[in-house]
């Protein structure tokens, strides 16, 4: 595996971080800034750098590259793949009527199943319903082939996000990359650090990832009153306070995250579903219990590899980024600690992160987490 990295500063070219070395038909992973993203120019930039590559486009609310954290840039990661192929896909969510549950069945479908090991999927970030995304991709996928990914960013402004493959980025986009080959060893994981306080509560009323009632009251009505004065700066400061959710007495807890609210209709969009009969309580979180997890996520990726990973992708949370502030980069500190200084990091902060729990197959749709997907041939 061949890797190259670049950064690219508003009004400048890309600046490669060592040597440049050439590479043949690269996957090319491009994570930046969502006015960034915008440029017309940005696609022909990156071809002109990588004439054969397969690029890929995600906004974010945050820049990782290393073990630093960077906003308003564009990052680059080339990898030219030793024995080892990608196939990529695309799909729109303008083309499923938002049937999001559809659009996952429709990409899955779209991928030979033979040698397939892993699927990583770059998502649009403000409209999509991730969980019935990933139900979706889950319905046709095989069970050894495992998934991890993450929903596109634009800081904390729940704008507009961007992603493409091989043109100019654009809304409604969700990119799947499928990776091909018998000496591929990938493993994800992720965890939070987040911990429950308040009453739990039961959610009487929902619709897919739309939250209308608590314990037969209005949710959001509720959900201001314990955030009091914060309350006015919704929806940014509803990522300080996500929700953990239990869809059984005995299940492993979902972090769900606000991404937007409806005063008319006094209902909370979050970013997956919250089925109804569900029991919710608030979260919130240190500086040091997020690192703490981070370290716990690279922990568990790291568990059972039989070889060192050779690339890691990182995606974080942006309420994340947000609690760390001027210490955010001590996550990605904590996790280069656990998977070595020979691994190239790469990743961005979202607005939701796919991976299994730990010791299950099966994709989750998180909030709040640091999600770890390590690779080496």
Request: a negative charge; proline letters at 4%; aromatic letters at 8%.
């Amino acid at each position: 595996m061949k890797i190259v990295q670049a950064i690219k500063k508003l009004n400048e070219p890309f600046v490669f971080n060592e040597k440049r070395i050439p590479l043949k038909e690269p996957l090319v992973l491009v994570f930046g800034n969502r006015y960034m993203l915008e440029s017309e120019d940005i696609y022909d930039e990156v071809k002109d750098l990588f004439p054969n590559a397969h690029i890929v486009f995600g906004t974010t609310s945050g820049e990782i590259i290393d073990d630093r954290v960077l906003d308003g840039t564009v990052v680059l990661t080339a990898i030219e793949f030793k024995n080892s192929s990608v196939l990529i896909k695309r799909r729109n969510t303008n083309d499923y009527k938002n049937n999001d549950y559809k659009l996952g069945e429709s990409l899955m479908a779209e991928f030979p199943k033979e040698n397939l090991k892993h699927l990583f999927i770059i998502s649009e970030g403000t409209s999509v319903n991730g969980s019935a995304l990933i139900s979706g991709l889950e319905k046709v996928k095989d069970a050894s082939i495992s998934l991890s990914g993450g929903l596109c960013g634009d800081d904390d402004r729940f704008e507009r996000t961007l992603a493409s493959y091989n043109e100019n980025p654009k809304e409604g986009e969700i990119i799947a990359i499928g990776f091909y080959g018998e000496t591929l060893e990938i493993t994800s994981s992720n965890y939070g650090g987040w911990t429950p306080f308040g009453p739990e509560r039961i959610i009487t009323k929902s619709e897919g990832n739309i939250l209308f009632e608590l314990d037969d009251k209005p949710a959001l009505d509720l959900y201001k009153k314990y955030l009091g004065e914060k309350a006015n700066e919704l929806p940014k400061s509803a990522l300080l306070f996500p929700l953990s959710v239990r869809l059984e007495e005995d299940s492993e807890p979902l972090v769900r995250t606000i991404l937007n609210i409806d005063n008319d209709k006094n209902t909370m969009i979050l970013a997956g579903d919250v089925p109804k009969g569900s029991r919710v309580q608030l979260m919130m979180s240190s500086v040091d219990d997020i690192a703490n997890g981070a370290f716990h996520a690279a922990e568990l990726a790291m568990k059972g590899r039989e070889k060192n990973p050779e690339l890691a992708l990182l995606i974080s949370c942006i309420g994340r980024k947000l609690v760390m502030d001027q210490r955010t980069e001590e996550e990605i500190e904590e996790v280069k600690s656990v998977i070595g200084d020979d691994t190239f990091i790469s990743g961005f902060y979202s607005y939701g992160e796919m991976a299994p729990f730990s010791g299950q197959q099966e994709c989750k749709l998180h909030n709040q987490t640091m999600t770890l997907t390590l690779f080496s041939e």
